[in-house]
């Protein structure tokens, strides 16, 4: 690599660094207020808050990694314009392939970063995460056992604990059951325990009564117990044995597809497809997006006041490849044989960017009179 590759390379990866930084940050921030919402709201922990949001930094990473190596050649040639340095390197004898090499090395490295991310880190916290969301969603305690206070862990339900001990014990637990229409069951007991179950937890209630109002005629039977189980599965919202996420398959199986795959997530196999080559081509972006902004700018010449008419024309030219993308993967979304749309996103980028690097370097006269 020469000395030229090398110096604008470093360039690049320095305010590559920058913008993922920021980006990242932008996008945990916005992601970090809905888990604090959902995750405090349900009685969790601040370790677990934090758990969980380190476990979606590998997904916020991918995200912007393109949009960040965009950003970044935009920026370093915009300012290498206006020192001069680009054109110096050009009256030369470097030609804008020549210039774009150091380009083409660094959407390389941001796509072996894309790479690794997409298809071992993602997976594996996504894998991690869904994990954990099941552990917590199965912890009663934390969603609806909070003392001191009437909680509806679902509708006709009505749930009050006086007190939860260091040992796990409920004291003086009251239970209104009003789902059913026309009747009314509440449960009193001195203390209470929660056991494990098959299906839910199961509540133990020692010392206490049930009452039961027929709304009907009026009449009002009282039980009293000593001791009491009343299965949780119909009075909370356990959540169903949900399906396997498609996020959390490796690559291999993804593009494998096989029927047992498709039963354990419930998805297709075009969308499993879909998923598994949206993992190979996404990473690709990374070496269009840079080379796209770089060709843009090529086409400018030197001027005190920037290149912001060829840094508008990179902008439309990024959104445009990301439109392709999104079409592409709706298409494949459809069809099983259409995973090859995947892949028309990137390639298109890249050879767009090779025609206006062409473009680039003809002398003005002939451009305008290729034009005319």
Same mark, same amino acid.
């Given at each position: 690599?020469?000395?030229? +590759?090398?110096?604008?390379?470093?360039?690049?990866?320095?305010?590559?660094?920058?913008?993922?930084? /920021?980006?990242?940050? /932008?996008?945990?921030?916005?992601?970090?207020?809905?888990?604090?919402?959902?995750?405090?709201?349900?009685?969790?922990?601040? *370790?677990?808050?934090?758990?969980?949001?380190?476990?979606?930094?590998?997904?916020?990473?991918?995200?912007?990694? &393109?949009?960040?190596?965009?950003?970044?050649?935009?920026?370093?040639?915009?300012?290498?314009?206006?020192?001069?340095?680009?054109?110096?390197?050009? #009256?030369?004898?470097?030609?804008?392939?020549?210039?774009?090499?150091?380009?083409?090395?660094?959407?390389?490295?941001?796509?072996?970063?894309?790479?690794?991310?997409?298809?071992?880190?993602?997976?594996?916290?996504?894998?991690?995460? =869904?994990?954990?969301?099941?552990?917590?969603?199965?912890? /009663?305690?934390?969603?609806?056992?909070? #003392?001191?206070?009437?909680?509806?862990?679902?509708?006709?339900?009505?749930?009050?604990?006086?007190?939860?001990? &260091?040992?796990?014990?409920?004291?003086?637990?009251?239970?209104?059951?009003?789902?059913?229409?026309?009747?009314?069951?509440?449960? =009193?007991?001195?203390?209470?325990?929660?056991?494990?179950?098959?299906? #839910?937890?199961?509540?133990?209630?020692?010392?206490?009564?049930?009452?039961?109002?027929?709304?009907?005629?009026?009449?009002?039977?009282?039980?009293?117990?000593?001791?009491?189980?009343? +299965?949780?599965?119909?009075?909370? +919202?356990?959540? $169903?044995?949900?399906?396997?996420?498609?996020? =959390?398959?490796?690559?291999?199986?993804?593009?494998?597809? +096989?029927?047992?795959?498709?039963?354990?997530? %419930?998805?297709?196999?075009?969308?499993?497809?879909?998923?598994?080559?949206?993992?190979?081509?996404?990473?690709?972006?990374?070496?269009?997006?840079?080379?796209?902004?770089?060709?843009?700018?090529?086409? %400018?010449?030197?001027?005190?006041?920037?290149?912001?008419?060829?840094?508008?024309?990179?902008? %439309?030219?990024?959104?445009? *490849?990301?439109?392709? !993308?999104? !079409?592409?993967?709706?298409?494949?979304?459809?069809?099983? #044989?259409?995973?090859? $749309?995947?892949?028309?996103?990137?390639?298109?980028?890249?050879?767009?960017?090779?025609?206006?690097?062409?473009?680039?370097?003809?002398?003005?006269?002939?451009?305008?009179?290729?034009?005319?």
């Amino acid at each position: 690599m020469s000395r030229f +590759d090398r110096y604008l390379l470093s360039q690049l990866l320095q305010l590559f660094g920058f913008f993922a930084l /920021v980006l990242v940050a /932008v996008y945990w921030v916005n992601r970090a207020v809905g888990l604090f919402d959902q995750l405090i709201g349900d009685g969790q922990s601040a *370790l677990v808050f934090l758990e969980f949001s380190l476990l979606t930094l590998p997904n916020a990473v991918r995200l912007v990694l &393109p949009v960040a190596a965009f950003a970044a050649t935009v920026y370093v040639v915009n300012r290498l314009m206006q020192e001069s340095e680009l054109v110096v390197m050009q #009256a030369t004898g470097f030609s804008a392939f020549r210039l774009a090499r150091p380009v083409l090395y660094f959407g390389l490295c941001v796509m072996a970063m894309q790479l690794v991310l997409t298809n071992v880190l993602v997976p594996a916290s996504q894998r991690t995460l =869904t994990a954990r969301s099941a552990e917590i969603s199965q912890n /009663v305690t934390a969603r609806f056992l909070n #003392a001191g206070q009437f909680m509806h862990p679902t509708k006709g339900i009505t749930l009050y604990i006086r007190e939860i001990t &260091p040992a796990g014990e409920l004291l003086d637990v009251f239970l209104s059951d009003e789902r059913a229409p026309g009747e009314r069951l509440v449960h =009193t007991a001195r203390k209470a325990f929660l056991v494990r179950g098959d299906v #839910a937890p199961k509540l133990v209630m020692v010392e206490g009564s049930t009452q039961n109002l027929d709304r009907t005629s009026g009449r009002l039977s009282v039980t009293r117990f000593s001791d009491f189980t009343l +299965d949780l599965a119909g009075l909370v +919202d356990m959540g $169903a044995s949900a399906a396997v996420p498609t996020e =959390t398959l490796s690559t291999p199986a993804l593009l494998l597809a +096989d029927a047992a795959a498709q039963t354990a997530t %419930g998805a297709s196999r075009a969308q499993m497809l879909e998923e598994g080559h949206s993992r190979l081509a996404g990473p690709h972006l990374a070496v269009a997006a840079p080379l796209l902004g770089f060709a843009a700018l090529m086409l %400018g010449g030197f001027s005190r006041f920037g290149l912001w008419r060829q840094m508008a024309v990179a902008v %439309g030219l990024i959104i445009g *490849l990301q439109l392709a !993308w999104t !079409w592409a993967g709706s298409l494949a979304l459809q069809s099983v #044989a259409a995973w090859p $749309a995947l892949y028309l996103a990137p390639l298109s980028g890249v050879v767009l960017a090779g025609l206006l690097l062409w473009w680039a370097q003809l002398p003005r006269r002939l451009r305008r009179e290729v034009a005319a």
